[in-house]
């Protein structure tokens, strides 16, 4: 069992900067596959940035490239994902996921364990 837990979300304006961070726990998660995903009210969950294990692959949702940045610890079994030039349009809750998939997936239903969410709310 792996344990998933966010931090970091918070209220800003147009154009402000957040660093989320991720902790996985519980089982060797270093190998696994990490990611972002957020939920909007209304509208489905959304793949936005994802990580492989190596940190070499990465992904981003076209929207969010260029001025978010996806990053991991694997000695901590840390992961982050630092937003610049936050618009009100990424207002949702974040959610961390983890597979033991060993590449880079945008399907919420690849990921075996999530996190609570931490929400993410910018105002213009």
């Known amino acids: 069992q792996v344990q998933v837990e966010e931090s970091g979300g918070g209220s800003v304006q147009t154009g402000d900067s957040l660093r989320l961070s991720c902790k996985a726990s519980g089982r060797t998660t270093s190998t696994y596959t990490m990611g972002w995903f957020r939920q909007a009210p209304g509208k489905e969950r959304e793949f936005v940035a994802g990580?492989?294990?190596?940190?070499?692959?990465?992904d981003y949702l076209d929207s969010v490239k260029g001025r978010f940045t996806i990053s991991r610890d694997k000695d901590k079994n840390m992961m982050y994902l630092q937003m610049n030039g936050l618009k009100p349009e990424d207002t949702a809750l974040y959610y961390c996921a983890v597979t033991q998939f060993g590449t880079v997936s945008r399907q919420t239903t690849d990921y075996d364990w999530w996190g609570q969410g931490t929400q993410v709310t910018v105002s213009s």
């Open positions: 990580i492989s294990w190596s940190a070499i692959n990465t």
